[in-house]
């Protein structure tokens, strides 16, 4: 059956940096675009950012331009994002997923990211 | 990336049917057939009802139909039941980027 699990949220400062991993099993990562979506406290869903299945198609909601990098590694069947300059209002639980379709098949059970002082 | 608008709210009692709309343009809804659906119970995440308009994933009991008419998705729930009580989100492709609706907590009272 089809896993995520989500893993490296925490409490960071504003201006800080963290990084987040997805483990997948159960499916074949490689074949697969992969996507980063989030969940402020009592509020709801925004898509982060998607990888295609190559890795050569990347793109990024405007919140997180220029601050969040996604990556894959096919090897380890692992999904990345590694977050800059992390604000107040990134604090979130961020969840991983699979894409097929253009919709969100599967997700983590979400990593909880708190940016506070 | 304007998000896709949904009704804040929505309620009705078993065995009724109760009906989400989603709307957005023609750069997302109205442009693509890629609308999806989520249910999202308290503390767990979203699970895919509804994906390319109105398919339904395997597991996903046929209560549970979606449509589209230009600009606006709908997600129709038949027969509710009382497990059906959670928060529902609509998708949509917009030609590289993807845009969710603010979210529908559906009240079965």
């Known amino acids: 059956q089809v896993q995520l699990v989500e893993s490296g949220g925490g409490l960071v400062k504003p201006g800080g940096s963290l990084g987040l991993s997805c483990a997948a099993s159960?499916?074949?990562?490689?074949?697969?675009?992969m996507t980063w979506i989030r969940q402020a406290p009592g509020k709801g869903l925004e898509w982060v950012s998607y990888?295609?299945?190559?890795?050569?198609?990347?793109y990024y909601a405007d919140s997180v331009k220029g601050r969040f990098t996604i990556s894959r590694d096919d090897a380890k069947n692992s999904l990345y994002l590694q977050m800059k300059s992390l604000r107040a209002e990134d604090t979130a639980v961020y969840y991983c997923?699979?894409?097929?379709?253009?919709?969100?098949?599967?997700w983590g059970q979400g990593t909880l990211v708190t940016v506070s002082s | 990336q304007s998000a896709l608008t949904q009704p804040p709210s929505a309620s009705g009692s078993p065995g009724q049917s109760v009906t989400i709309s989603c709307t957005g343009t023609?750069?997302?809804?109205?442009?693509?057939?890629?609308v999806s659906w989520y249910q999202q119970h308290p503390g767990k995440a979203p699970k895919l009802m509804i994906y390319?308009?109105?398919m339904r994933p395997s597991g996903v009991p046929d209560r549970f139909s979606g449509s589209k008419s230009g600009n606006t998705a709908s997600l129709t729930v038949s027969g509710l039941q009382a497990e059906d009580e959670a928060d529902y989100y609509c998708?949509?492709?917009?030609?590289?980027?993807?845009?969710f609706g603010g979210g529908t907590k559906l009240t079965v009272l």
């Open positions: 997923a699979k894409i097929r379709r253009w919709a969100f098949e599967y």
């Open positions: 159960g499916f074949t990562f490689s074949a697969y675009y």
């Open positions: 990888i295609s299945h190559t890795g050569g198609t990347i």
């Open positions: 023609s750069s997302d809804v109205g442009g693509y057939n890629y």
């Open positions: 390319e308009v109105s």
């Open positions: 998708s949509s492709y917009a030609g590289s980027i993807v845009v």
